[in-house]
C-alpha cells in the first residue's frame, strides 16, 4: 500500500510557517506537520522587528531582496488582513543623487528640499 508523501517541518515561527506555505502550494497531496516546542510564533519571530530593507551588498543577496520584496507584495495582496505593512524610511545621500549601498531600483528615491 503507497503512503502519500509527508514532510515535517520544526520550527512555527515565520521560516518554519513560510516553508510549510510553500510546500502546500507547491505540492498539494503533500501531508505536512509543523511541529514547535511553543505556540506559532512565539519564540524568536515574535520578537523580531521584521523589518525588510530593500537593498543589498552583492548581487546575490539584492537578486535575493527582490525576490522577497515580491513575495511580500504578493501575499498581502492575496490576504489583505495578515499583519504586513509598508514601512517608510528615508535615507540619506551626500551627493542628492541616488544613494548608495546597493539599494534596489523599486526603492525609487524621492528628492526633500532643504
Do not use: K, N
Not at 506555505?21 to 511553543?38: C, F, K, Y
Not at 543577496?61 to 499583519?83: G, I, K
Request: positive net charge.
Amino acid at each position: 500500500m503507497a503512503h502519500p508523501a509527508t514532510a515535517i517541518i520544526v520550527g512555527a515561527g515565520i521560516i518554519g510557517c513560510l516553508v510549510a506555505r510553500e510546500l502546500a502550494a507547491r505540492h498539494p497531496g503533500l501531508s505536512i506537520t509543523v511541529l514547535d516546542q511553543d505556540g506559532i510564533g512565539t519564540g524568536a519571530s515574535r520578537r523580531s522587528a521584521g523589518v525588510h530593507l530593500p537593498r543589498g551588498a552583492t548581487p546575490r543577496t539584492r537578486q535575493m531582496t527582490a525576490y522577497s520584496h515580491d513575495y511580500y507584495r504578493r501575499l498581502r495582496h492575496t490576504d489583505p488582513d495578515l499583519p504586513i505593512y509598508p514601512f517608510p524610511a528615508t535615507v540619506v545621500s551626500a551627493d542628492g543623487d541616488r544613494p548608495g549601498g546597493g539599494y534596489l531600483e523599486l526603492t525609487g528615491p524621492t528628492r526633500v528640499s532643504q
